[in-house]
């Protein structure tokens, strides 16, 4: 089975200009998941999408992130504009239903953003 | 809030060594997952723990779920170079929505 797809791989950017992050999850599953992991630290979960329906964004910080899941599969993550705190490494993450807890959630190997 | 913390965050042994690095909260948790991720990709999950007390083996690994649910352990008998990486913690709620709360991690090495 295919695994969670990520791209770009890399991205430099400079403070206040914008990028997108593609995320494309494992064949089925219906629960997405974008978390930001800065250098040293855990993953902190910024969104989480049910099908193409957002169950929590209270971490999302939404004047400057946006993120859509059309369709129930794809989705992507925007900043606009970044700032230099922005730099890290953006995770997406699948699992399989809906409405049930202790699933595994299946990684992307992310896209390391930097800002100069 | 819920906050995992991961002890310790840093950890160098020689091959052969056995370790222990724990996991530990104020907070119930449903269930405790541990991944391991190495430079350049994303976690991997090796185990979810979820009754109080369980004890799970995985080859040379031994997770620890604590009695009240609030703490996990995780002891590595024998570690191997390819043991390195970065362990982390999990902790998952309830009510539907599998969110998970992660530590800051143990960065592990070991040298041959």
């Known amino acids: 089975e295919a695994g969670v797809a990520q791209s770009p791989r890399y991205k430099i950017i400079e403070k206040r200009q914008s990028v997108a992050f593609w995320c494309n999850p494992i064949s089925g599953h219906a629960t997405l998941y974008w978390y930001q992991q800065i250098l040293g630290q855990g993953p902190k979960l910024l969104i989480q999408f049910q099908n193409n329906g957002v169950v929590d964004d209270s971490q999302l910080p939404k004047d400057r992130f946006s993120a859509e899941r059309l369709k129930g599969v794809d989705s992507t993550l925007k900043i606009q504009p970044a700032k230099l705190e922005d730099s890290a490494v953006y995770l997406c993450?699948?699992?399989?239903?809906?409405?049930?807890?202790?699933?595994?959630?299946?990684f992307g190997d992310g896209t390391r953003l930097s800002i100069l | 809030t819920q906050l995992l913390e991961q002890s310790p965050q840093f950890l160098s042994i020689q091959e052969g060594e056995n370790l222990t690095v724990y996991c530990n909260s104020s907070?119930?948790?449903?269930?405790l997952q541990w991944y391991r991720q190495e430079p350049g990709e994303g976690p991997v999950l090796l185990v979810t723990?979820?009754?109080?007390?369980e004890v799970k083996k995985l080859k040379r690994l031994t997770f620890q779920f604590g009695d009240a649910r609030k703490d996990s352990s995780l002891h590595i008998t024998a570690a191997q170079p390819g043991d390195t990486g970065l362990y982390l913690c999990a902790g998952a709620g309830s009510g539907g929505y599998n969110k998970l709360i992660f530590g800051a991690g143990t960065r592990l090495a070991v040298h041959p």
């Open positions: 723990v979820v009754t109080g007390g």
């Open positions: 993450a699948s699992s399989l239903g809906v409405g049930l807890d202790n699933q595994p959630q299946h």
């Open positions: 907070s119930v948790f449903s269930s």
